[in-house]
């Protein structure tokens, strides 16, 4: 399985249209590429093995969610740079975040550098490649001669959930897209209606179905890296908690101009039923196949105890390693280490990071909430050091000082906080009078260190994009319990509580109502899923208007060179550059506009509200 992602990238026309007798297939590490002598239908599904190479070239084209040169997605950013997660200073030609969102520059009509630089593009993103190769896939595979049954229904299944991926891909972005039965080729009429919102999601909720039963569980070991059962289960239980959600699911639109294409236009409590009941399907298949699993911290070898250090590498396996227990969807693009470079050299080149408004939400190592009205400027006044402490028993060192953690492991992954270790093994650069300090202008204090690791020795495995692990499917099993319930039950508990214990926190305060576990569950994922691409979705699929308002705050960290890493005093200011939503921001923005020469090719596409 490691050689079925080694593919070239495939030169197509518009969204993936080309004649099915002319395609051609970039194949590095496959077997000889079958066009090169001439290929036909005929010849690209002769066996199992050629008509592989098709259905790998829909796997390929899958979303990807690491900065990489796959796309050109916010112009080499994050999309967590959109999010009250993360500040961009990258301020480049084609820089999305600054060119688009801070200041409100989106519009339809993009031209030059700034086309590409949008969170999604519709028509310049690869999704209808997947959806063309797949359904190339199962138009011909009835041709392979001698195929085991089994097998082909299992390939074909594969390709049903890379349709169903591409099309939640697009879902969430645009709302409804037009929904296509076949492979296009050249010279057909271009006549795509826009199919409704309902019907979009109808439609990947109905390739979930269709795929599950053929495909296993898990998937071996020689086969890891292919979609499984889980993978159909857990993308419906996604889609559905998405849609039912109250952007989507309401009386009162999200928009004035919101209609049948980007919302249901009412509420219906049916929706957040099907949610439950999708979750109850894949928890009962986990009861049968097991497998998956949070990966768990370790204890230490001596002394027995669980470090804060080996939470935190628990909860990166979770989302780094390929194979891992708790990876369900994973998308692969290279083998290559290398490929994780952009996610440094987009900071090491710019003043990037995370916002202290973010910071603020991670809560003290006991799971207390850390304080709102933390005072920064006087160290008199904290109960406990806010990151970093000495400690005998600390296992980070820096210099000859032992340091204990004092925050949720979680904050330390996903960013680099002053005083710790980031980048082969240097102390960040995000304080003022640190030993090299090297303080990129506009630095917020924090730098991003997921995927970063610390180490360089950590990035040797290779990468791939954890499109969803487990954790998420079990806070999703939990919102889904509790808006169709009324209430948390102990179900919804036992699984929020699950993803807080891996970290060492302790489980939720018992008798939360209704909107209280709605705000606890929000906020788990707040701190689980950083740059994983699910706090957009969140603050847009619930409406989070304070997340896109409030605005964000950085730490203005001031160190001593002289003594210890946990010796700093601070004073805090706003981030810059500042967005224009803080004070003049508009529901259009949930769903990105569709590009007018997109709409003007008359095919059936149509403008989201707003836009």
């Not at 709605?518 to 699910?534: C, N, P, Q, S, T």
């Given at each position: 399985?490691?050689?079925?992602?080694?593919?070239?990238?495939?030169?197509?026309?518009g969204?993936?249209?080309?004649?099915?007798?002319?395609?051609?297939?970039?194949?590095?590490?496959?077997?000889?590429?079958?066009?090169?002598?001439?290929?036909?239908?005929?010849?690209?599904?002769?066996?199992?093995k050629?008509?592989?190479?098709?259905?790998?070239?829909?796997?390929?084209?899958?979303?990807?969610?690491?900065?990489?040169?796959?796309?050109?997605?916010?112009?080499?950013?994050?999309?967590?740079?959109?999010?009250?997660?993360?500040?961009?200073?990258?301020h480049?030609?084609?820089?999305?975040?600054?060119?688009?969102?801070?200041?409100?520059?989106?519009?339809?009509?993009?031209?030059?550098?700034?086309?590409?630089?949008?969170?999604?593009?519709?028509g310049?993103?690869?999704?209808?490649?997947?959806?063309?190769?797949a359904?190339?896939?199962?138009?011909?595979a009835?041709?392979?001669?001698?195929?085991?049954?089994?097998l082909?229904?299992q390939?074909?299944?594969?390709?049903?959930?890379?349709?169903?991926?591409?099309?939640?891909?697009?879902?969430?972005?645009?709302?409804?897209v037009?929904?296509?039965?076949?492979?296009?080729?050249?010279?057909?009429?271009?006549?795509?209606?826009?199919?409704?919102?309902?019907?979009?999601?109808?439609?990947?909720?109905?390739?979930?179905?269709?795929?599950?039963?053929?495909?296993?569980?898990?998937a071996?070991?020689?086969?890891?890296?292919?979609?499984?059962?889980?993978?159909?289960?857990?993308?419906?239980?996604?889609?559905?908690?998405?849609?039912?959600?109250?952007?989507?699911?309401?009386?009162?639109?999200?928009?004035?101009?919101?209609?049948?294409?980007?919302?249901?236009?009412?509420?219906?409590?049916?929706?957040?039923?099907?949610?439950?009941?999708?979750?109850?399907?894949?928890?009962?298949?986990?009861?049968?196949?097991?497998?998956?699993?949070?990966?768990?911290?370790?204890?230490?070898?001596?002394?027995?105890?669980?470090?804060?250090?080996?939470?935190?590498?628990?909860?990166?396996?979770?989302?780094f390693?390929?194979g891992?227990s708790?990876?369900?969807?994973?998308?692969?693009?290279?083998?290559?280490?290398?490929?994780?470079?952009?996610?440094?050299?987009?900071?090491?080149?710019?003043?990037?990071?995370g916002s202290?408004?973010?910071?603020?939400?991670?809560?003290?190592?006991?799971?207390?909430?850390?304080?709102?009205?933390?005072?920064?400027?006087?160290?008199?006044?904290?109960?406990?050091?806010?990151?970093?402490?000495?400690d005998?028993?600390?296992?980070?060192?820096?210099?000859?000082?032992?340091?204990?953690?004092?925050?949720?492991?979680?904050?330390?992954?996903?960013?680099?906080?002053?005083?710790?270790?980031?980048?082969?093994?240097?102390?960040?650069?995000?304080?003022?009078?640190?030993?090299?300090?090297?303080?990129?202008?506009?630095?917020?204090?924090?730098?991003?260190?997921?995927?970063?690791?610390?180490q360089?020795?950590?990035?040797n495995?290779?990468?791939?994009?954890?499109?969803?692990?487990?954790?998420?499917?079990?806070?999703?099993?939990?919102?889904?319990?509790?808006?169709?319930?009324?209430?948390?039950?102990d179900?919804?508990?036992a699984?929020?509580?699950?993803?807080?214990?891996?970290?060492?926190?302790?489980?939720?305060?018992?008798?939360?109502?209704?909107?209280?576990?709605?705000?606890?569950?929000?906020?788990?994922?707040?701190?689980?899923?950083?740059?994983?691409?699910?706090?957009?979705?969140?603050?847009?699929?619930?409406?989070?208007?304070?997340?896109?308002?409030?605005p964000?705050?950085?730490?203005?960290?001031h160190?001593?060179?002289?003594?210890?890493?946990?010796?700093?005093?601070?004073t805090?200011?706003?981030?810059?550059?500042?967005?224009?939503?803080?004070?003049?921001?508009?529901?259009?923005?949930?769903?990105?506009?569709?590009?007018t020469?997109?709409?003007?090719?008359?095919?059936?596409?149509?403008?989201?509200?707003?836009?």
């Amino acid at each position: 399985m490691k050689k079925f992602y080694h593919i070239l990238t495939i030169a197509l026309l518009g969204a993936g249209l080309v004649a099915c007798e002319s395609l051609k297939l970039g194949d590095a590490g496959l077997s000889k590429a079958p066009e090169t002598s001439g290929a036909t239908i005929d010849t690209l599904f002769a066996s199992i093995k050629d008509a592989d190479k098709v259905l790998a070239n829909a796997y390929y084209y899958l979303p990807y969610g690491l900065v990489s040169s796959f796309d050109s997605k916010m112009g080499g950013d994050f999309l967590e740079s959109i999010t009250d997660h993360f500040i961009s200073n990258k301020h480049s030609d084609d820089d999305g975040p600054n060119n688009l969102y801070y200041s409100g520059g989106m519009s339809s009509n993009l031209t030059g550098s700034y086309q590409g630089g949008e969170a999604y593009r519709f028509g310049s993103e690869k999704d209808y490649h997947v959806i063309r190769y797949a359904w190339l896939f199962l138009e011909n595979a009835d041709r392979i001669p001698n195929a085991d049954p089994a097998l082909l229904a299992q390939k074909k299944a594969e390709a049903k959930m890379c349709m169903a991926i591409a099309y939640a891909n697009m879902l969430r972005y645009v709302g409804g897209v037009p929904i296509l039965d076949h492979a296009i080729v050249i010279g057909e009429e271009m006549n795509f209606p826009r199919n409704t919102f309902k019907e979009t999601v109808d439609y990947i909720v109905k390739l979930c179905d269709e795929a599950a039963p053929d495909l296993p569980w898990y998937a071996s070991t020689t086969d890891d890296g292919r979609l499984t059962r889980a993978a159909a289960l857990g993308l419906k239980l996604r889609i559905l908690c998405f849609a039912a959600s109250p952007t989507f699911n309401s009386n009162t639109p999200f928009h004035p101009q919101a209609d049948e294409y980007v919302c249901y236009g009412n509420y219906d409590a049916q929706r957040w039923k099907a949610a439950k009941d999708a979750a109850d399907a894949f928890m009962r298949e986990q009861m049968t196949g097991g497998h998956y699993a949070l990966v768990q911290a370790k204890p230490d070898a001596t002394t027995g105890l669980i470090t804060p250090r080996a939470y935190r590498l628990a909860y990166r396996s979770g989302y780094f390693d390929r194979g891992s227990s708790e990876v369900i969807i994973s998308i692969r693009k290279s083998n290559s280490s290398d490929y994780l470079d952009k996610h440094i050299d987009v900071q090491d080149d710019y003043g990037c990071g995370g916002s202290l408004n973010w910071v603020n939400r991670f809560p003290w190592a006991d799971g207390t909430p850390f304080p709102e009205d933390f005072d920064w400027t006087d160290p008199k006044s904290w109960p406990e050091k806010p990151f970093f402490r000495q400690d005998p028993q600390g296992d980070l060192k820096v210099g000859n000082t032992l340091l204990m953690e004092t925050r949720d492991p979680r904050l330390y992954e996903n960013l680099c906080v002053p005083g710790d270790v980031w980048k082969n093994g240097n102390v960040g650069p995000n304080y003022d009078n640190a030993k090299n300090p090297n303080v990129q202008d506009g630095c917020t204090g924090f730098l991003m260190m997921k995927y970063v690791l610390q180490q360089e020795a950590d990035r040797n495995n290779p990468p791939h994009w954890c499109m969803m692990r487990f954790a998420e499917v079990l806070l999703n099993a939990a919102e889904a319990y509790n808006e169709a319930d009324g209430g948390p039950s102990d179900k919804a508990y036992a699984w929020v509580n699950a993803v807080r214990a891996r970290v060492g926190l302790p489980g939720l305060p018992e008798g939360l109502s209704k909107e209280e576990f709605r705000k606890a569950i929000l906020l788990e994922r707040d701190l689980e899923f950083g740059f994983e691409e699910v706090r957009w979705f969140d603050m847009v699929r619930w409406g989070l208007t304070e997340a896109f308002t409030t605005p964000l705050q950085k730490l203005i960290p001031h160190g001593n060179k002289q003594t210890n890493a946990d010796d700093f005093t601070y004073t805090t200011g706003e981030a810059y550059p500042t967005r224009k939503w803080y004070t003049d921001f508009d529901t259009k923005w949930y769903l990105a506009p569709i590009p007018t020469i997109e709409i003007n090719k008359g095919y059936g596409m149509t403008q989201n509200p707003g836009w």
